[in-house]
Nanobody, 123 residues
Framework: QVQLVESGGGLVQAGDSLKLSCAAS????????MGWFRQAPGKEREFVAA????????NYADSVRGRFIISRENAKNTVYLQMNSLKPEDTAVYYC????????????????WGQGTQVTVSS
């Protein structure tokens, strides 16, 4: 089992930055690719970003590419999502997720999920 706990969400204004963290425990962190997903009210969960086990590969959704940066520190069992130039449409609950081996964009391919952290961007 892998336990994931997100933190760092909050209320910010459009154009601001925010950094989310996701702390993992339970298994060897570097055995897992990590992803960030988000879900806005009334909408389906969507992929945001993913990073491979040793950060050699990263994927981003088109909507966040160039504004968000995913990173990880295996020594700290933590994955991050640096969010810059935030827009009101980025408002959502953000979830981190883990899957063994390679990264993926589909949430169905992730085995473990955190409880989520709310990000609200006001205009």
């Amino acid at each position: 089992q892998v336990q994931l706990v997100e933190s760092g969400g909050g209320l910010v204004q459009a154009g601001d930055s925010l950094k989310l963290s996701c702390a993992a425990s339970g298994r060897t962190f570097s055995d897992y690719a990590m992803g960030w997903f988000r879900q806005a009210p009334g909408k389906e969960r969507e992929f945001v970003a993913a990073i491979s086990r040793f950060a050699l590969n990263r994927n981003y959704a088109d909507s966040v590419r160039g504004r968000f940066i995913i990173s990880r520190e295996n020594a700290k069992n933590t994955v991050y999502l640096q969010m810059n130039s935030l827009k009101p449409e980025d408002t959502a609950v953000y979830y981190c997720a883990a899957r063994p081996n390679g990264l993926a964009k589909s949430g169905n391919e992730y085995n473990y999920w955190g409880q989520g952290t709310q990000v609200t961007v006001s205009s």
